[in-house]
């Protein structure tokens, strides 16, 4: 005599092994209770982008929640928080920067509308600058920034806050100009880099010597 797998709901492989059962076992329709729960509807999420610079939580707001619902970022489960029947939180490993995520909500088999969410730029460091000194008078000089999460078409240089055009060659290093007009007398400038949000940021500045 065959017996129907206990549901718990709290996993695909439950709901798999009652889906296996059912077609071997039977030949009618069930309902969705049966067959790994009713699908969430997913309304909205309080954080509008991702940082991919460290861990974070997320609520989500929607219906159909339960204290089996799993949330799945890209089709992978992430772990989930049960608050209501309208509203869980789960928790992101720093993600890829520069993507957009699918975030969906599942009872067993039964998922969700996704709802999308980007990634933004990682905040980028400015470690070094060379050449890091000229002479006040000197032509237009080009400058190698060497740091880290350097995103091509979007990490400027900037010389005292102007950003400049800037040849991104890799994640930690990039190319900007120091115009001769920035060289006219003795001083110095700030160099730094900038990445615009969503995520990003400012680096550092290094200083540029001009005697």
Do not use: C
Request: glycine share 8%; no cysteine.
């Amino acid at each position: 005599m065959s017996f129907i797998p206990a549901v718990t709901g709290d996993s695909d492989a439950d709901d798999t092994a009652i889906r296996v059962f059912l077609a071997t076992n039977y030949d009618q329709s069930y309902p969705p209770s049966i067959l790994g729960g009713t699908a969430p509807v997913l309304t909205s999420m309080n954080a509008p982008w991702l940082s991919p610079d460290f861990e974070q939580a997320v609520i989500v707001t929607g219906t159909g929640f339960t204290a089996a619902t799993k949330i799945h970022v890209d089709g992978a489960v992430v772990p989930t928080t049960f608050n209501s029947d309208t509203s869980v939180t789960f928790t992101i490993d720093p993600p890829t920067p520069n993507v957009t995520l699918a975030v969906t909500a599942r009872n067993g088999s039964a998922e969700s509308n996704a709802l999308s969410i980007p990634v933004g730029a990682p905040n980028p460091t400015l470690t070094s600058i060379s050449p890091n000194t000229a002479t006040a008078g000197d032509p237009t000089v080009t400058v190698t920034f060497t740091g880290t999460n350097f995103t091509s078409g979007q990490t400027v240089a900037r010389v005292n806050g102007a950003s400049r055009p800037t040849t991104v060659v890799s994640a930690t290093s990039l190319t900007a100009t120091v115009l001769a007009s920035s060289m006219t007398a003795p001083g110095t400038l700030n160099l730094d880099v900038s990445t615009p949000p969503p995520g990003g940021g400012n680096s550092t500045a290094q200083t540029f010597t001009v005697t």
